[in-house]
């Protein structure tokens, strides 16, 4: 799964979701960091088991801790980037 | 990263800034073996077969749009002509004889679509549909004569009637006997303007595999069982197109395919795995552009992006270069295109359309001129309701020809708003939007309509 952050950088936001992912038992992967258009924009590569975590749920935990940190959350399969930007 | 940071973020407000999405996951139901000659057995097979094959598609659907993070907007049935199962029980011979009784049976079979599309969780469902661009069966007859009602009872029931073909002609008895159904479909819904026509499509052309509503139906050609997509994306479109404000129109085009190759693999993504998780055969990825109300998601506002207002000389050109490069895009990322391909602009759903309307930079006349280089046709237009069933007949007889000479789909989906006048405003909210009530001409066409029978199918050679 791709993790993507955006929003104001300020302290504490890679710690905040890798503790979140953590505590799911999701192994980041990958992580990269970028200013795109003066925002802050961090992803993440990280695998989950969907067999035994819910992948619902750690959307719902991501975007409360996105919001807490003012910033905005996405989770979604990788698939629908390399299917967007690759043949 | 197995793909770039600068890919994902552009994916990301694509979906956040632009209104991304996959407008429509169809699923397409054969209910052939739902006929019968009795009425209460067809219902209870309509229902047995959609509650049975479409149980788990809308959970389903929600599962892969949270999965992938990229809105799914609607989820939608599509059925066999409806008109086909009913040929058994209305025909010469059939099992009701009183034309009475042949409406309440289009009608009970209309609600039980109806009860069957609500119980799993669509909005509309399409094929409650009569395939006549050659001749009318008995069955037809009757259905048709029933239609109006059918759609004034019923709130997810679409119909769509191909009168047209360019194999066929025009059947132009069929043609005056639409302008007569939407006239009286738009009567019997006057508290909501008119809102049944807006179910109500006629075609020439029809595609098969259109997961489009209210235009969709289930082709003789298909499946059991297909998953449709239709993609979207003006939005997206039309963001690219602002930051090239002072580009050459063959860049333009190059932008224009770029985006809609990326929006069209969303849909085939979505289109491949909808179908595998249901386990029933993928069917197509229909290239589209389809506008909603949201502000910048709209064709209008790519003809101005491009440099155009809606409607100005230019638009033509405009809408025909933005049609082709979608298509052009599209059929990079997917195998399997097919439904009506192109862009849409229904006026209801669109408001920079609806703007160009008010402002009077865009007429009748010339969107019917667009529509001879875009996917649709007259679609979502709303015109004054005292506009008499011959001239609606007439309108749609103009656009059946564009449609049969030059070998597209086209189609009129058009609502004489009861009580309105030229300026006057509707207002459906939700999908179907709204927008000014638009002139159309007051010259007579009765005398033309009167004639009836065929127009023939045109020559296919010589052709300029």
């Not at chain 1, 192994?27 to 924009?41: H, K, P, V, W, Y």
């Not at chain 2, 039980?112 to 909005?123: E, K, N, S, W, Y």
Request: hydrophobic share 45%; proline share 4%; net charge negative.
């Amino acid at each position: 799964m791709v993790v993507s952050v955006i929003g104001q950088d300020r302290p504490g936001i890679v710690a905040e979701v890798s503790s979140v992912l953590a505590e799911t038992g999701a192994n980041i992967e990958d992580i990269s960091q970028t200013i795109r258009s003066g925002l802050f924009a961090m992803i993440m590569l990280v695998s989950i088991d969907e067999d035994s975590t819910s992948l619902d749920g750690l959307k719902e935990t991501l975007t409360g801790s996105g919001e807490k940190l003012g910033v905005q959350v996405q989770v979604q399969h990788e698939d629908i980037f390399r299917y967007m930007h690759r043949v | 990263m197995f793909i770039s940071p600068e890919e994902i973020l552009e994916t990301v407000e694509m979906v956040q800034s632009h209104s991304l999405d996959v407008r429509t996951v169809t699923l397409g139901l054969n209910l052939a073996p739902a006929a019968h000659p009795d009425i209460d057995v067809v219902c209870d097979n309509i229902t047995r077969i959609i509650s049975s094959r479409a149980a788990d598609l809308v959970p389903t659907v929600r599962r892969i749009e949270s999965h992938f993070g990229v809105p799914i907007v609607n989820v939608r049935l599509a059925t066999s002509a409806i008109s086909t199962l009913l040929e058994p029980a209305l025909s010469v011979g059939g099992s009701i004889q009183n034309d009475r009784d042949a409406e309440a049976a289009v009608v009970a079979v209309a609600a039980a679509l109806d009860q069957a599309a609500a119980d799993v969780g669509v909005d509309f469902i399409g094929g409650f549909s009569a395939l006549v661009s050659k001749g009318v069966t008995s069955a037809e007859d009757r259905f048709l004569a029933a239609l109006p009602k059918a759609l004034a009872s019923t709130q997810r029931v679409c119909s769509s009637v191909c009168v047209a073909s360019t194999k066929a002609g025009i059947n132009m008895d069929a043609v005056a006997r639409m302008g007569e159904a939407i006239k009286e479909a738009a009567e019997l819904t006057a508290e909501s303007n008119g809102l049944g026509c807006a179910k109500l499509v006629v075609f020439a052309n029809i595609p098969e595999d259109n997961p489009f509503m209210a235009g969709g139906y289930h082709g003789v050609g298909e499946a059991d069982a297909v998953i449709n997509v239709g993609i979207s994306g003006p939005g997206v479109v039309r963001s690219v197109l602002e930051n090239h404000a002072d580009e050459p129109l063959e860049k333009i085009a190059d932008l224009i395919k770029r985006t809609a190759f990326k929006i069209t693999r969303a849909g085939e993504l979505v289109a491949r795995t909808a179908a595998s998780d249901l386990g029933v055969s993928q069917g197509i990825v229909d290239l589209s552009l389809a506008p909603t109300t949201a502000p910048g998601d709209s064709i209008g506002d790519i003809l101005a992006s491009i440099g155009v207002t809606p409607g100005a000389p230019g638009t033509t050109a405009a809408l025909s270069l933005l049609t082709d490069a979608v298509k052009k895009g599209g059929a990079m990322a997917t195998s399997a295109q097919g439904g009506l391909s192109g862009a849409f602009i229904p006026i209801s759903e669109d408001l920079a359309m609806q703007q160009a309307v008010r402002d009077g930079a865009l007429s009748l006349d010339k969107l019917e001129a667009m529509t001879a280089v875009c996917s649709v046709g007259l679609d979502m237009v709303i015109v004054p309701g005292n506009t008499p069933a011959t001239t609606l007949s007439a309108l749609i007889a103009d656009e059946m020809s564009i449609g049969v000479v030059n070998n597209k789909t086209t189609a009129v989906r058009i609502i004489p708003a009861p009580g309105k006048v030229v300026g006057d405003e509707v207002e459906w909210g939700g999908l179907l939007g709204g927008g000014p009530v638009m002139a159309i001409s007051e010259f007579d066409s009765s005398a033309f309509i009167a004639r009836g029978g065929r127009i023939p199918a045109p020559l296919r050679s010589l052709g300029n």
